[in-house]
């Protein structure tokens, strides 16, 4: 069925295969900036970048990381926030054929000195509040050089002494080190012009990190071609173009800041508006100040958005679309976030998209004005997906859920040194091709939209029974007390596992048994008996993940340790 590729009639203006320049990332990037030098690249917090300067900046940067000693197939591990800095060391290091290893930039010492251990990275960026923590661990790690950046680097003079005065004053004065370079003097010297290393498109480019929250992380190795392909498919999807921006809200160590947010904005000539930290009340002002064509972000993300405020005096009639991903988009959370864009003068519908950081990010959306409830949408162009019957290769019918699989240029390369890992994941299938099997369940429909069921491992199996998490969260949320709700099986005697749900009430006063009940009752009148909770747990909020997911898993965790500590449970 997926040969036939049925999703194609929905492509409107998308064309059904790109032309992909066989180039690295650095020089795909020069190829924009010949075609646009004059316009803005990017933006962050009022300073403001054209395509001209943004390459003149990657070239002096390249030029004082080869000086240092940073050479082809090094790794150069960047953990920065959404920032000038972080952007131009990552097409500086592709420059000079170096993998960027993209980490958070709140990681703990313990995982910092994971990271770099097995990237084997003798360099790092960070900013100059985290030195700490990098010096701490550099004896136990291969790290030999540590460049600092400022926050204030690329700051106006009255935001410069602003930042200085406030959180300026809070970060510890670095001590003289050896190790340690600054940036902004880096930047400020000349050195020998480092010429592009000849670097394939099908090689190693950069290494991004599976979540890690449960078990430990695991390096995605990700080519040039595969950055590339994935950010011409999102720019042709979005027509991305010098008339449109992106406002760079989710982190660039995650896939989807820096697939789409970042390097597909690039590809398509646009203006990217870089955020640095996030919060409801910044994300706000930035949508009223720049007027972005996209917004692309978590569930989490738009939630907050349609509660907050400030968005009541902002004018959202620049909205070209709006995208959410990386989670399941709750029905209440679509409605009320379009319904606050159409008070304020916007025309867009919250759209579902699909991905994983095996893939880069996003490699599936819904196509602009053809919604389908429940749908994460159709593959972009040159991406082929299919669902299979669950542990094996076979093709399953229209509307049957199974595993979804996907193909084409966006695919990774491998586990960092997982070489089992990696086959467990990539598998040749008949037609010769080698498909990424996601670990996610779903169907698609017979015009080949997919539908998103739940990550195969969270799926709850209760009296035998099969029990969708999402599901269950989607009827909660439903309920008008409600505002956040997440479900995960616990261990049960009875039941091998039982349904549990954690809920945020929007008047917390309102928690207690009367409550849970109410809400039990609620699900025990649309759900079929076993998928209903059997506990609620009443919340001040839910844990969230690196790029503000809901985190299920670590609810899973203190549900585990609770009853280990009351002696009923010793898995």
């Given at each position: 069925m997926y040969e036939k590729k049925p999703w194609l009639t929905f492509y409107s203006q998308v064309p059904h295969s790109i032309d992909y320049p066989r180039v690295t990332l650095y020089e795909a990037l020069?190829?924009?900036?010949?075609?646009?030098?004059?316009?803005?690249?990017?933006?962050?917090?009022?300073?403001t970048s054209t395509y001209r300067q943004f390459i003149s900046d990657i070239d002096s940067c390249a030029d004082a990381l080869a000086a240092l000693g940073?050479?082809?197939?090094?790794?150069?591990?960047?953990?920065?926030?959404?920032?000038?800095?972080?952007?131009?060391a990552f097409y500086a290091a592709n420059k000079l054929g170096a993998v960027a290893s993209m980490i958070h930039p709140l990681s703990t010492a313990k995982e910092i000195e994971f990271y770099l251990n097995v990237a084997k990275s003798r360099f790092a960026l960070t900013l100059d509040a985290f030195y700490a923590k990098f010096k701490e661990v550099k004896d136990a790690t291969p790290l030999s050089t540590l460049i600092l950046a400022r926050i204030p680097d690329y700051l106006g003079f009255v935001k410069r002494i602003g930042f200085n005065l406030t959180k300026g004053r809070l970060i510890p004065k670095v001590?003289?080190?050896?190790?340690v370079k600054w940036w902004a003097d880096l930047m400020k010297r000349s050195y020998p012009k480092a010429a592009p290393a000849r670097m394939g498109t099908d090689d190693l480019a950069v290494i991004l990190y599976s979540g890690g929250t449960t078990g430990v992380p695991k390096g995605i190795m990700l080519s040039n071609m595969n950055f590339i392909s994935e950010g011409k498919m999102v720019s042709e999807w979005g027509k991305l173009d010098n008339a449109t921006s992106v406002l760079a809200i989710l982190p660039i160590f995650h896939g989807f800041g820096l697939g789409v947010c970042i390097n597909a904005c690039f590809m398509g000539g646009g203006k990217?508006?870089?955020v640095p930290i996030f919060t409801p009340e910044t994300v706000a002002d930035l949508i009223r100040k720049h007027k972005p064509s996209f917004v692309i972000g978590v569930p989490t993300l738009f939630d907050a958005l349609a509660r907050n405020p400030k968005m009541s005096r902002a004018d959202l009639s620049c909205l070209k679309a709006t995208f959410s991903g990386a989670d399941m988009l709750p029905r209440p959370v679509k409605e009320r976030f379009e319904a606050m864009v159409k008070k304020q003068g916007g025309n867009v519908?919250?759209?579902?998209?699909?991905?994983?950081?095996?893939?880069?990010?996003?490699?599936?959306?819904t196509p602009i004005g053809s919604y389908r409830e429940g749908s994460i949408g159709v593959p972009f162009p040159d991406m082929l997906a299919k669902i299979v019957k669950l542990e094996t290769?076979?093709?399953?019918?229209?509307?049957?859920?199974g595993e979804i699989c996907v193909a084409g240029p966006a695919v990774m390369l491998g586990y960092l040194d997982q070489p089992e890992e990696t086959a467990n994941t990539l598998k040749t299938h008949a037609d010769g091709r080698v498909w990424l099997h996601t670990g996610d369940i779903g169907t698609?429909?017979?015009?080949?939209?997919?539908?998103?069921?739940?990550?195969?491992?969270?799926?709850?199996?209760?009296s035998g029974m099969n029990v969708y998490p999402a599901q269950v969260e989607e009827l909660l949320y439903r309920h008008p007390k409600v505002r956040d709700a997440c479900v995960i099986g616990v261990p049960d005697e009875a039941q091998v596992q039982a349904v549990k749900a954690f809920i945020v009430l929007k008047?917390?006063?309102e928690a207690g048994a009367a409550a849970e009940k109410e809400l039990i009752d609620y699900c025990r009148e649309h759900l079929i008996k076993w998928s209903c909770p059997r506990f609620v747990e009443f919340r001040d909020d839910l844990p969230k993940t690196l790029v503000g997911k809901i985190a299920y898993n670590a609810l899973e965790k203190q549900e585990i340790a609770r009853l280990k500590q009351e002696g009923k449970f010793s898995g």
């Open positions: 020069l190829q924009t900036a010949h075609e646009r030098p004059d316009d803005v690249a990017y933006d962050f917090l009022g300073y940073l050479a082809a197939s090094e790794r150069i591990t960047i953990s920065m926030p959404t920032s000038p800095q972080g952007i131009i001590p003289p080190d050896p190790m990217s508006i870089l519908q919250l759209l579902e998209g699909y991905g994983l950081t095996e893939a880069v990010t996003a490699i599936m959306a290769l076979e093709e399953a019918p229209i509307g049957e859920e698609m429909d017979e015009d080949g939209f997919f539908y998103f069921k739940l990550r195969q491992k969270r799926m709850i199996k209760s008047n917390p006063d």
